[in-house]
């Protein structure tokens, strides 16, 4: 049991790393992506998924609309294992909106605003820093 429970911990420290754990920047994304009337398609829009190294079994998966919305959601391995214990992730799972700027995406859930700068961008590739510095790399999923 006390195995689950800092297994619970460990996810929610992976969420809050990349998300940011303070609530003092608050308001409102605004839809639309990337805005403009660019016709190309947008590399962002997609499912990213992101491990960290130091976590092991656990990942982070970013789901980005056309539209400006997002979901994001903490994977543990083995979480959907029909033959192994049901697990449940309070807060597992997040949605918000999010506005792609030239080198960042500023997300918005809960009309809590978060900024990740973009530190490498391709087809198949993404890697994000958050306000503490910590980068995560993310594969785009087919």
């Known amino acids: 049991m006390s195995r689950f429970v800092f297994t619970f911990a460990l996810l929610g420290s992976l969420m809050m790393i ?8 608050k ?5 639309g992506g990337t805005g403009g009337s660019d016709k190309k398609a947008n590399p962002l829009v997609g499912t990213w998924e992101g491990t960290d190294p130091e976590l092991k079994g ?8 056309a539209d400006g ?3 994001v959601e903490t994977v543990m391995e083995g979480m ?6 049901k697990i449940e992730i309070d807060g597992g799972k997040q949605e918000g909106t999010y506005k792609q700027e030239e080198k960042s995406i500023i997300t918005n859930v809960k009309g809590k605003e978060k900024k990740l700068t973009i530190k490498e961008m ?21």
Do not use: Q
Request: aromatic share 8%.
């Open 58 to 65: 656990l990942a982070l998966v970013f789901a980005f609309a």
């Open 69 to 71: 919305k997002f979901t």
């Open 122 to 142: 391709s087809d198949t590739k993404m890697v994000l820093t958050n306000s503490e510095g910590k980068d995560m790399t993310f594969n785009k999923k087919k």
């Open 18 to 25: 990349l998300m940011g754990c303070d609530s003092s920047s």
């Open 80 to 85: 959907n294992d029909p033959k192994g214990p």
């Open 27 to 31: 308001g409102t994304a605004d839809k």
